[in-house]
């Protein structure tokens, strides 16, 4: 595919990655944006992937940052996380390779209805942070658990992952969906530098793209973190209410 600057396809690009951006440093999920955006416009199937990483990747640290300064990581448990994530991701790659992704969509198909109406009718989900009530040894085991299971999803699959990372932290180490959020995309952001750097090495990345895109996505994660944090749960569970929906939705299509 051809590519310039200033072209329908860059604003076309751009106005994804700062929804996406927005969208990721909410509640996670942008990717369900990004990437069906990049099929539309017609790049490989091969450089999506790639390009969509490494895109995302400086809005991530953006985020992180936004975060990091109000106190919103969690940093003991998204560590851990972020660690046992790479196992699970390379866990997840392998097994993509020998079991068809039909079952694992069947499965969340199932799950996601189930989520959407707990969040939905729990309305002190995500409200407190109850960390504290864990041992340290829970919480090792909790977040190694997460990191595992999260990380090899999103080794599989992909689409979602930080969503995930985001939900389960909120109820297995019970912290406020606004920590939640912001430590899920701290080990989003270390799974997402480890894929970029072999995505950019093996050269399955259209930087052209990457350096449009950037600037937009970070501007997007500034301004969803802002919101994150200003307005808390009100803010963040509507967000994850849709993205549940748009999950589920791409799912079902491709079921």
Known sequence: MEFAFFSWQSAVICAAYFLAGLIDAISGGG?????????T????????????????????????????????????????????????????????????EKYL?????????????????????????????????RLFIRAALIGLLAGAYQGFYGPGAGMIYML???????????????????VSAFACLSSSLTYAVSGLVIWRIVLAATVFNIAGNFLGA?????????????????VLALLFFKLALQW
């Open 31 to 39: 990717g369900l944006i990004t990437v069906p955006t990049l099929m």
């Open 41 to 100: 416009l017609g790049i490989p199937a091969h450089y999506i992937a790639g390009t969509n990483q490494c895109s995302a990747l400086m809005g991530g640290f953006a985020s992180i940052y936004k975060y990091a300064r109000t106190g919103n990581v969690h940093f003991r448990s998204g560590i851990i996380t972020a660690v046992t994530a790479i196992i699970g991701g390379t866990i997840g790659a392998e097994l993509n390779m020998i079991i068809p």
């Open 105 to 137: 969509e069947t499965v969340m198909i199932l799950l996601m209805p189930l989520v959407a109406l707990m969040v939905f009718l729990k309305k002190d989900f995500g409200e407190a942070d109850r960390s504290a009530d864990l041992s340290a040894f």
């Open 168 to 186: 389960a932290l909120a109820m297995l180490i019970r912290l406020d969906l606004v920590k939640a959020s912001g430590t899920a995309r701290f």
């Open 226 to 242: 802002n919101l994150a944090i200003k307005k808390g749960a009100k803010m963040i569970r509507p967000v994850l209410l849709l």
